[in-house]
Structure formats: structure tokens, C-alpha cells
């Protein structure tokens, strides 16, 4: 298994570019999630899914859109890129076991916004 | 979720047990401790998690006190690579996103 993916490693956008982060995962896990970690900081929820076609706001939704058509993957949109964006950005899975209680995270996309 | 408290960092020598506190004083019946921990800013990784019971596995033990309000993550022979920041979190579990709070972190020296 390759785990949890996420692509690109690296971006840098300007002040208002869109674009899309990508997070795969190949373990058939249901839930999938998106963090963001600022310099010095813990990671923070951005949003959440708990299966195909059902998402959810975490703790720091704004200026960020998902979707979920398939269970594989959880792509998160930058609709209007802002310096405060600037942040590593997980991507995480776990299964819907009763005993699943591990999630997986992604190596990070390590993003900047000029 | 539960809001936990630990020790912005600590050092411990190679080779020694590294003994990770936190407290979780308002811990639910139904709610989990978590530890995590992230190694240079890589993916947090999963390390061990436990209810009432204390638990151990293949990289570590984790001592949750009777009252359930507090908890020590025990790495028992710390190395190098052991070096990283350490977070407990308290979830109720299955369906729940982890609230990250600023962890420790750990320095092994040699």
C-alpha cells in the first residue's frame, strides 16, 4: 500500500490564484481529513469527510472548499489564495472500524502565498 | 474534545526512558487518549492510545492514573531518531477528527 498521497510537495501562488491539493489514499479507509500546521503551531482541521458525497467544516473552514465523489479521494480547493494561507497542509485517513483508531497522514504539501 | 496539557519540551539521553506527561482533567467517560508525534515536519504519526487501561506496544507504553486525569507516554530506551514533538489528545474516537493542541517536544541527546 502507498498509503496516504498527497501532491505537489511544494507550491507557491500569488494573492488570489486558485488551485486544487490533492490527497489520495489506497487503504479503503471512509473518513479523510484536511489539516494545516503554521510555523510553531499544532495542526488544525480544515475539513473533513465521513464517506463519499458527506463533508464537513472543521475548525478552520474559510477560503477552503472539498468534495468527496469517490472514497479514494479528498482534493481541497484555494478558492482565492491569501498570505495567510501560507502553511504545510495534511491530508489523513482512518477506517470506520470499530477498532480502527489510527489515522494515517500524508508527507505534507508545503504551500506559500507571495 | 477534552483540552490536555503538556510540557512545551524536555530532553532526555540516549538510551534512557523518556517519560511524557500530560494532563486531561476533563477527560469524559467515553473519551480516549491519543498520543501522537511528528518527526520534523513530517505526517504525524500514530504511536499508542488507550481508554482506562494502561497499554503498550512495540514503540511504547502509555500509564493512564486511575481518575483518568492525567497520563505518561513512556518511550522506555530513547534514541536519536526519537527526537520530535510529542501530542496527547483526547477524542472520543470512531467518526472523530484529533484537535491538536502545541504538543512537546523531545530532545534526545547523545
Known amino acids: 500500500n502507498a498509503g496516504v498521497t498527497q501532491t505537489p510537495k511544494f507550491q507557491v501562488l500569488k494573492t488570489g490564484q486558485s488551485m486544487t491539493l490533492q490527497c489520495a489514499q489506497d487503504m479503503n479507509h471512509e473518513y479523510m481529513s484536511w489539516y494545516r500546521q503554521d510555523p510553531g503551531m499544532g495542526l488544525r482541521l480544515i475539513h473533513y469527510?465521513?464517506?463519499?458525497?458527506?463533508?464537513d467544516q472543521g475548525e478552520v473552514p474559510n477560503g477552503y472548499n472539498v468534495s468527496r465523489s469517490t472514497t479514494e479521494d479528498f482534493p481541497l480547493r484555494l478558492l482565492s489564495a491569501a498570505p495567510s494561507q501560507t502553511s504545510v497542509y495534511f491530508c489523513a485517513s482512518r477506517g470506520s472500524d470499530r477498532g480502527a483508531y489510527e489515522q494515517y497522514f500524508g508527507p505534507g504539501t508545503r504551500l506559500t502565498v507571495t | 474534545d477534552a483540552k490536555t496539557t503538556q510540557p512545551p519540551s524536555m530532553d532526555c539521553a540516549e538510551g534512557r526512558a523518556a517519560n511524557l506527561p500530560c494532563n486531561h482533567s476533563?477527560?469524559?467517560?467515553?473519551?480516549?487518549v491519543y498520543w501522537y508525534r511528528q518527526i520534523h515536519s513530517q505526517g504525524p504519526q500514530y504511536i499508542i492510545h488507550?481508554?482506562?487501561n494502561n497499554e503498550t506496544n512495540e514503540m511504547a507504553s502509555l500509564i493512564i492514573t486511575e481518575d483518568r486525569k492525567s497520563s505518561t507516554l513512556i518511550l522506555p530506551h530513547a534514541t536519536l531518531r526519537d527526537t520530535a514533538v510529542y501530542y496527547c489528545?483526547?477524542?472520543?474516537?470512531?467518526?472523530?477528527?484529533?484537535?491538536f493542541g502545541g504538543g512537546t517536544r523531545l530532545m534526545v541527546k547523545p
Open positions: 469527510s465521513v464517506g463519499a458525497g458527506i463533508t
Open positions: 488507550g481508554l482506562k
Open positions: 476533563t477527560i469524559s467517560g467515553n473519551e480516549y
Open positions: 489528545i483526547v477524542n472520543r474516537g470512531a467518526g472523530n477528527m484529533l484537535t
